[in-house]
């Protein structure tokens, strides 16, 4: 017995000795990544030439480029799942974790105007969000976007809820994609106009739905819409249309449910000058830019009578930023524009009477701190201007009270008793948020950041 022991433990261990573990296999060598097509083309812009191969990309009416690079996506997304494939369990692992720590339901914050909460929100399945809105007096009913359904109270027999435009069906007017630039309910709540990216024809298209039917509105239904502006009593819309070019040159009048034909209020013929506009907080005024390199204008026009004709506010030598709002009579620039023939290099409030009969109008500056204080950006309530302000590499957030005393001139920003907001320790950039209310007292900002503060 022992030696039959013996002899298997010495077996085992011969079989020990030789036993050679297997090499490991070397992972297979990853894909070559796909190679796009060339095609050289030549550009002269400035008297310098360039080839660039890649420039069929951009070409979104050649049907034949489009399937091309159809294909070419396509081979990406292989490519890019060939060399992750060993990473599925680290990836289902982070969606995981991410879809854990977001919210229930996919919605942005309601946004308050007048009386409605407006917000987008995607639904369960579906690749694009819905644009909805409830009445700010039922919010506190409000439940859910599933339980009740589509947040109606079967108490009270109110639809909570209440669905604008869905983007999933705008997506089957244009061929699968949704893409909107522009979005701009009218100042009763009783039109949305929107302009969807067409991708056949590569422009923007102009459309306006009925809330209360959502059904869409007969006319405008124009195409190459750049800009549009609501004008005060809520069914007069405003917009600008871009030539061949992409410039935008034309403004148009529509008045929504009448059977006449868009007006045209302003041809610019200059192929140099372009031409932008966008109605004041207040809808009092829709006010109209036209820019180029050597000069910048400012017309207003009265949003309560939009066909009376434009009157010339503003005019500087060179392309400067210009925002107009108006407040109680008084109407305010915010520009770049140059100062006494010096280059500014930074942003400055001015203000004049709506009124004023001098020629050339008369502009007086709000404040001026020099150099030590920069006005990075402004907006406006009924009570209220807020101002985003840097002093050296400090970004600050303050209010102060309007109305101005008239007849003031001048001053230094604390003669105006500003409020300044607590921030966070460390914010790279602060920018105003989407404030539509001009007679809410309740205003957004988008702070950014390097590092995530917590609570003091």
Known sequence: MHLLLTTIRHRCLILVRHYKPPKPSKPPAPPSPPKPPKKLQSFTFHDHTWEDPYSWMSSLNDKVAMRHMDVYMEQEEKYTEAVLSDTERLQSKLQSEMASRLAFDLSTPPLRWGPWLYYRRVEEGKQYSVLCRRLASLNEEFISHKSPAAGFDFTSGKKIEQ?????????????????????????????????????????????????????????????????????????????????????????????????????????????????????????????????????????????????????????????AHCIVEHHQGYIYLFTDAAKDGQVADHHYLLRTPVNASSSPRIWETVFDDGQDLVVEDVDFCNTHLALIIREGQKFRLCSVALPFAVGQGTVHLKELHPYFLPLPKYVSQISPGPNYDYYSSTMRFTLSSPVVCEPS
């Not at 000058?273 to 910048?296: A, E, G, L, P």
Request: charged share 25%; hydrophobic share 35%; proline share 3%.
């Open 163 to 319: 669905k604008l435009l869905d983007y999933n069906r705008e997506a089957e007017r244009f061929g699968g994609y949704a893409y909107e630039e522009l979005s701009e309910v009218s100042p009763d709540h009783r039109f949305l106009a929107y302009t969807m990216y067409d991708k056949d024809n590569d422009y923007f298209k102009l459309s306006v739905r009925n809330l209360n039917s959502g059904s869409l509105c007969s006319k405008p239904q124009a195409v190459r819409v750049s800009n549009i502006a609501w004008a005060k009593d809520g069914q007069t819309l405003l917009y600008v249309v871009t030539d061949d070019n992409k410039r935008p040159y034309r403004i148009y009048c529509s008045i929504i449910g009448s059977t006449n034909e868009d007006v045209l209020l302003l041809e610019e013929p200059d192929e140099n000058v372009y031409v932008n506009i966008r109605h004041t907080k207040d809808f009092h005024f829709v006010t109209v830019n036209t820019f180029s390199t050597t000069s910048s204008k400012v017309f207003l026009i009265n949003a309560a009578d939009p066909f009376a004709g434009m009157t010339l506010v503003w005019e500087c030598e060179g392309l």
